[in-house]
């Protein structure tokens, strides 16, 4: 996971960052409280009530069931936000005026595409906190602040539409929360 994926994952599910998420039956466990009954999180899941109770006990899922669980345990621990919640709060090492700065972006400023907060934690439960920290980046409409904040692992999955004249000028920019 990429440490933008982290962050991101932090500010839809309230995880400290660097903090370790839930283990696999520590999910099961979530998903049967929130469902109500071993039946419910079974159809929730999507398999039979048989394979809910087998996982339930300790066996161990395939691969597909992992992923059931993992993004039903996704969905269940993703908070509803707003487009208003989404706040970058940077710091940079370095200036223009070659002076430590830290500062809180907003959605304005960054000119966020109207559902950009649905995109991020549809994005977030289906494919995990690194497919949520791309979304937000492509949902950010004002072309300095997204190539600014896009570190340079997620470039390539970023820049869908061939912008970043990308002049190397490296301030140090770290984002430190969201929200």
Known sequence: MSSLGDIVEGFLTGRPKGAAGPGLGELIRLIELESGSGRKAA??????????????????????????IERTGREIRAKRITNEDIKIHTSEAKSRRNQARSRT?????????????????????????????????????EPWYRNWLTP?????????????????DDYGVTILTIG
């Open 43 to 68: 159809a929730r899941v999507g398999v039979a009530e048989s394979t809910w109770r087998g996982w339930r006990h300790g066996r161990q899922p395939k691969a597909a069931g992992v992923e059931r």
């Open 105 to 141: 972006i907003g959605p304005n400023q960054l000119r966020l595409s109207p559902d950009t907060a649905a995109q991020v934690r549809s994005a977030y439960v289906n494919g995990g906190p690194d497919l949520a920290a791309v979304a937000l980046l492509r949902n950010i409409n």
């Open 152 to 168: 340079d692992n997620l470039r390539s999955f970023v820049d869908q539409d061939g912008y970043y004249d990308y002049a190397g």
